[in-house]
Nanobody, 124 residues
Framework: QVQLVESGGGLVQTGGSLRLSCAPS????????AGWFRQAPGKERDFVAA????????RAAESVKGRFTISRDYAKNTVYLEMNSLKPEDTAVYYC?????????????????WGQGTQVTVSS
């Protein structure tokens, strides 16, 4: 069982930046592909960005391309989501997820483990 802990959420003004972190309970996160999803009130959970376990391949939703960047630091055993030029529509609970296999999965069904989520609120 892998437990994931997200951090870095908070309240930010439009145009601001935040960096979310995801740390696992296992010794080596590099054995898993990772992704970020978000869920706004009353809406479904949507894909945001993903990275394979090698760090070679990433993918991002069209709505965040050019603003959000997913990365991983093997030394710190952590996956990050750097969010810039934030908009009110980015307001949501952001979830980190881990998957077996070496791909940047865009579907939530590919992910085996999920964190509890961290709230991101962008004020206008």
């Amino acid at each position: 069982q892998v437990q994931l802990v997200e951090s870095g959420g908070g309240l930010v003004q439009t145009g601001g930046s935040l960096r979310l972190s995801c740390a696992p309970s296992v010794r080596s996160f590099s054995s898993y592909s990772a992704g970020w999803f978000r869920q706004a009130p009353g809406k479904e959970r949507d894909f945001v960005a993903a990275i394979d376990w090698s760090g070679s391949f990433t993918r991002a939703a069209e709505s965040v391309k050019g603003r959000f960047t997913i990365s991983r630091d093997y030394a710190k055993n952590t996956v990050y989501l750097e969010m810039n030029s934030l908009k009110p529509e980015d307001t949501a609970v952001y979830y980190c997820a881990a998957a077996f296999g070496n791909a940047a999965y865009g579907s939530s069904s590919a992910y085996k483990y999920w964190g509890q989520g961290t709230q991101v609120t962008v004020s206008s």
